[in-house]
């Protein structure tokens, strides 16, 4: 490993792109699109189990857990996305419930679950987009902006 590989293996793992530079900072761009409301989401989710009484330190060790666990999911709607993202109109309705039940527990203790809101915020505009349309519009859809 070259001298330059070792100081970007510190921020991200080194993984050769494509010639054109411009590959490299959109891979960059979305690594940071990735990291960014995983960290707001784990200090949400460490604040409700503290606000809740429980153990964070232990917390720690099965939040890690669960993040392996993201992986088979990060695949699964990476494939979706090729047809266009997850449809399935109850799938939307289910994740929109979830977001729910995370504001509420976040609130009820004291958490800003503004970040869940916004999650909410998506999950809600794709089953109104779909009942407007009479087919499954997918959040991958809305977010691309088609």
Do not use: C
């Not at 809101?117 to 999950?123: D, L, T, V």
């Amino acid at each position: 490993m070259t001298t330059h590989e070792q100081l970007l293996n510190v921020l991200s793992p080194v993984h050769y792109v494509e010639p054109d530079y411009g590959f490299s900072q959109v891979y960059y761009q979305a690594g940071l699109t990735l990291l960014h409301p995983v960290m707001l989401s784990f200090v949400q989710a460490l604040a409700m189990v503290e606000r809740s009484g429980a153990d964070t330190e232990r917390y720690v060790g099965y939040a890690a857990k669960s993040m392996d666990s993201l992986k088979e999911f990060l695949v699964q709607f990476a494939e979706a996305a090729k047809v266009g993202g997850v449809e399935d109109v109850a799938m939307l309705k289910m994740m929109d419930a979830a977001a729910q039940h995370i504001i509420d527990a976040s609130e009820e203790v004291g958490v800003d679950a503004t970040l869940s809101h916004a999650a909410q915020s998506m999950w809600r505009r794709a089953i109104d987009a779909s009942d407007e349309s009479g087919g499954v519009v997918t959040t991958y859809r809305l977010i691309r902006g088609d």
